[in-house]
């Protein structure tokens, strides 16, 4: 994976103990488009809209424009997510509001094959739970996973969150429509599980 210098600004990014939180410019197109073009079988299921809006390099620079503009308006925040030990790009995490304007949000995120199992998504949403509901001052983050994906639900529970529903959405998968259920987690900004937050990134 490529080897990147970290030279951005400290306004917008932030830092857990082994990772760093990057709001996307266009120096990450390459990175970028590189994970997800190794990773895209593994993460079509999961990120449909991601995966095939980046099919070329081109797709993931103009991706990135898109946002970059999110951000800007606050309806989404996105963050590369870049290994202190390796200077490497290992993945992706993003809030979006689920309302404009309004203090209740949704994150999701993914790591290429290489970064999984080292703990690395929990300690990445630790950290954007924090700056939600610090810098942001929401009031509650949710996340949703599929019921098969056991990985993503042990990353919620280790960060606070509680399963509070579980919904059925149609996938489309060998050209047919499959039910999948999904879980629905989430963190409020009062519960006794955020606060333990600050002090463990």
């Known amino acids: 994976m490529l080897t990147h210098s970290l030279t951005y ?11 760093w939180l990057r ?10 488009w590189q994970l997800i073009h190794t990773n895209r079988d593994r993460l ?16 993931a620079e103009k991706r990135i424009r898109t946002l970059r503009y999110q ?3 606050g309806d989404m925040y996105s963050f590369g997510l870049w290994s202190k030990e390796t200077g490497n790009y290992i993945g992706d995490i993003t809030l979006r509001r689920m309302t404009p304007g309004k203090p209740f949000g949704e994150v999701g995120y993914y790591l290429s094959a290489e970064a999984e199992g080292s703990g690395f998504a929990t300690e ?3 950290g954007l739970v924090k700056f939600a509901f610090q810098e942001l001052r929401m009031e509650s983050v949710k996340l949703r996973c599929a019921q098969d994906n056991i990985k ?15 919904l059925t959405i149609a996938i489309s998968k060998n050209a047919e429509k499959e039910d999948r ?17 600050w002090n463990s990134v």
């Not at 259920?181 to 937050?197: G, K, Q, S």
Request: hydrophobic share 35%.
């Open 9 to 19: 600004s400290q306004t917008t990014a932030f830092s857990t103990s082994r990772l």
């Open 23 to 32: 709001p996307y410019d266009q120096e990450m197109a390459l990175p970028f």
């Open 44 to 59: 079509q299921a999961d990120f449909p809209d991601r995966t095939s809006a980046v099919i070329t390099l081109r797709d």
């Open 71 to 73: 951000w800007n308006t």
């Open 124 to 126: 990445a949403l630790k």
């Open 152 to 166: 993503s639900q042990k990353v919620a529970e280790r960060c606070g969150f509680t399963r509070s529903q579980t």
């Open 181 to 197: 259920p999904i879980y629905t987690y989430c963190l409020r900004h009062n519960d006794t599980a955020a606060r333990f937050l």
